[in-house]
């Protein structure tokens, strides 16, 4: 009898571990399954993330790509108003109001002056006064003009143009200088009495400036010369 209880208890304690264990089993497949879910959730999210930054990368493209044809379209506005709108220059200590095309063809003119092509610089500033008829420049224009063709021993032209200038733009500041050139090309002409004549006026008119002291020099010599 006692043999027949202690095998029963064997038994018992053998179907107890065997549905201890199987309860873990069950308890295992489900953390199991539950982590493969949680994997395919997190999965899912990259996936959408990742679409999403696809999404936001493709509009900052598109956005970057409108923002640059707008500053092309900026800079091409800004361009054409600096062509269109006058800037302030300094010219024979005045300030002038001139737009930037006609800066630079006056520029040009005088470094052809520079590079001593004289018969170019005459053509350029010819064709700059028919260009900017109400040009701050022009009375510049007319003295280059003169001084080209005194440089190119052509007094009877330089004289013709600076007596133009000094009638036409007769407040110039340009006007003190164009006399001594005048002046220059009476003497390169033997035409002494009236050098001296144009030479006195600087003094009278401009008795301060430094053209005068030049002309009371050059009056001076003159007389040496007898």
């Known amino acids: 009898m006692r043999h027949t209880l202690l095998a029963l208890a064997v038994i018992a304690c053998g179907f107890q571990s065997t549905a ?10 489900a953390a199991i399954l539950e982590i493969r879910e949680q994997i395919k959730a997190s999965q899912r999210s990259q996936v959408a993330l990742m679409s999403e930054i696809e999404a936001l990368k493709l509009e900052n493209s598109r956005l970057n790509g409108e923002v640059e044809e707008l500053t092309r379209k900026v800079q091409l506005i800004d361009a054409r108003l600096v062509e269109v709108e006058p800037a302030t220059v300094e010219l024979d200590g005045r300030i002038v109001s001139v737009k930037p095309a006609e800066r630079r063809a006056f520029d040009k003119a005088i470094e052809l002056y520079r590079a001593r092509d004289f018969a170019g610089c005459i053509a350029a500033m010819e064709s700059f006064a028919k260009s900017w008829p109400q040009s701050a420049y022009l009375a510049n224009v007319d003295y280059w003009i003169a001084s080209s063709h005194y440089s190119l021993n052509d007094f009877k032209s330089t004289i013709k ?5 000094v009638k ?6 340009k006007v003190p200088d164009t ?3 005048q002046a220059s090309a009476y003497l390169s002409e033997g035409e002494i009495a009236k050098a001296k004549s144009t030479l006195q006026s600087i003094v009278k ?5 430094e053209q005068a002291n030049t002309a009371k020099e050059r009056l001076k010599a003159i007389q040496k010369l007898g």
């Open 20 to 29: 201890a264990l199987a309860f873990a089993d069950d308890e295992a497949r």
């Open 161 to 165: 143009v600076t007596q133009s200038l």
């Open 168 to 173: 036409k733009y007769t407040k110039s500041p």
């Open 179 to 181: 006399l001594l050139l």
């Open 205 to 209: 008119r401009f008795p301060k400036s």
